[in-house]
């Protein structure tokens, strides 16, 4: 089945479009499961990442349908950091979640390849059903990463417009009567839609990350890429709301994932819960916070 | 001492700016060294590259100063392939070379410096001494990494024209006056400025990948840019010639570092040299290539 198709069920099946971030920060984990462990000892953080990892899917698993691993911590750690990565994506699996794996990929065509044949589909070293590219080398080297998802029924997300105050350094430039970002999004749709109409999808395997930050320009970007799903990253702790994403989706409430990191995974150390949790209750914390997004989206 | 000063210091010790590309791919690694390997073993690959990337470590080590492993192809096996890329760095410093991670990272801020402090200074996870990065974010996702590249005596090399034919996408369009690329060079340009100023050195932490397949644009961007080292790619198999990378280098034959990746590595499948290596003599093959090339940049 295609990465389209499936996410598409998923969200259905688990109500919801919540995209939970998988982000380990050594300093920001209860302090409980940290106790003792050096943080320049990696092997130790690796360990401490991999448990709190896994028993964070364990209480998210019921509830979403999705979850975005970020792999710039993963490797913080080195190579047992990515041991630590490899057991929460198997784990995942195991768990019927669908994993997009956050590395903002990108290179020169034949190690593209590489990359894209590293991460994406379940033959894969690293099994991702879906990866986020970065674009700023062209068409050329976005190419291989849709091929390869295309083929191994994966997805990949580019970036077009993220939720950064600094992304307009190039993302805002205008040129030809167009921003760099409206470039970007117009080479995703076309190539998404090609997608879409070969396979008779509402979506492509190609998708658009697009900052919750920006609401205006989630509603123009949304019009101006309908066959490409949209993950939005931004919400909570980088100030998107609920009302601000709602033009992301389409009249099905499909067409968009939408991401929370630490309001959710670290959601003991949330200002607004002070008080209501102690560091070793973080998983009814995790919980709350998870039903609280759908809720927020869902009204 | 500064990622430049190491760096000029160690091109002059070894009278050459070339920088090898470790580039492992299965099916180019000489057969008797691959023998027996599935290549779905992901086990048995890692180890191979582990093997041959540890070989041609031993044979440039005394000829260069520098090499530039690429993170694509040892990702691309998994976490074992992460631990031969450990292995593969340890190495290289235990031989005296500097060693460029090529990962074109980028992420927003506080997940940029995680990348930051995972891939850059002797501190770090992996080490390295420094790492591509890519520009599409915008500069407070580039600044994570100048601060702990400067914090750590490392360098990093932001992408601002690549090699590839697709490179022009967005890196061509001009947007006040100006190519996305030259907005790019003159932001690595100021940075690069502000460190060589208050350092007294000539050149900053902060480089330039700028692909050796545009001799015009090279000879434009090293006058654009002439606190920044260039990281040039694009030699030998990608079209790059030593006439073309002429206008990378200052007054002093330094500035720059030309990388070349299969025409050195896999030097014993070279077109022009068929007849003259067999598959077990791939080492002479890439002294022979490594020690033509540093002729040709000389001459």
Redesign the interface.
């Known amino acids: 089945m295609t990465f389209s198709s499936r996410l598409s069920a998923a969200i259905r099946t688990k109500k919801t479009p919540v995209l939970v971030g998988v982000?380990p920060?050594f300093n920001m984990i209860p302090e409980y499961l940290r106790k003792g462990v050096d943080p320049?000892d990696?092997k130790g953080v690796a360990a401490v990442y991999r448990t709190f990892s896994l028993r964070l899917l364990d209480v998210i698993a019921q509830h979403v349908a999705c979850i975005k691993p970020?792999l710039?911590?993963f490797?913080?750690?080195?190579?047992r950091?990515?041991?630590a990565?490899?057991d929460v994506i198997a784990y995942a699996h195991q768990l019927g979640l669908i994993v997009i794996l956050?590395g903002?990929?990108?290179?020169?065509?034949s190690?593209?390849e590489?990359?894209a044949?590293?991460?994406l589909g379940e033959?894969s070293?690293?099994g991702g059903d879906a990866l986020t590219v970065?674009?700023?080398?062209?068409?050329?080297?976005v190419?291989p990463f849709v091929n390869v998802a295309e083929k191994n029924d994966a997805g990949i997300f580019v970036?077009v417009k993220?939720?950064?105050?600094?992304?307009?350094?190039?993302?805002d430039?205008?040129?030809?009567g167009k921003t760099?970002y409206q470039?970007?999004a117009d080479?995703v749709e076309k190539t998404a839609k090609t997608f879409a109409e070969a396979q008779g999808e509402k979506y492509g395997a190609v998708g658009a990350v697009v900052g919750a930050t920006y609401p205006d320009q989630l509603a123009e970007l949304r019009q101006r890429m309908p066959h490409a799903w949209l993950l939005v990253p931004g919400f909570g702790a980088q100030g998107g709301t609920a009302e601000g994403v709602k033009p992301a989706f389409d009249s099905e409430g499909l067409g968009a994932i939408i991401n929370n990191s630490r309001g959710i995974i670290f959601a003991h150390t949330r200002k607004d819960y002070a008080g209501r949790f102690t560091d070793t209750q973080w998983e009814e914390a995790v919980e709350t916070a998870v039903l609280e997004m759908k809720a927020q989206l869902n009204s």
Request: glycine residues 12%; charged residues 20%; without cysteine.
């Open positions: 982000d920060r320049k990696l970020q710039a911590f490797e913080a750690v080195g190579p950091g990515m041991d990565l490899a956050d903002k990929r990108n290179d020169i065509g190690t593209a590489g990359y044949a590293a991460y033959n070293a690293w970065s674009p700023y080398l062209g068409e050329d080297s190419q970036l993220t939720s950064n105050p600094g992304g307009g350094m190039l993302q430039l205008v040129a030809d760099i470039h970007t080479w």
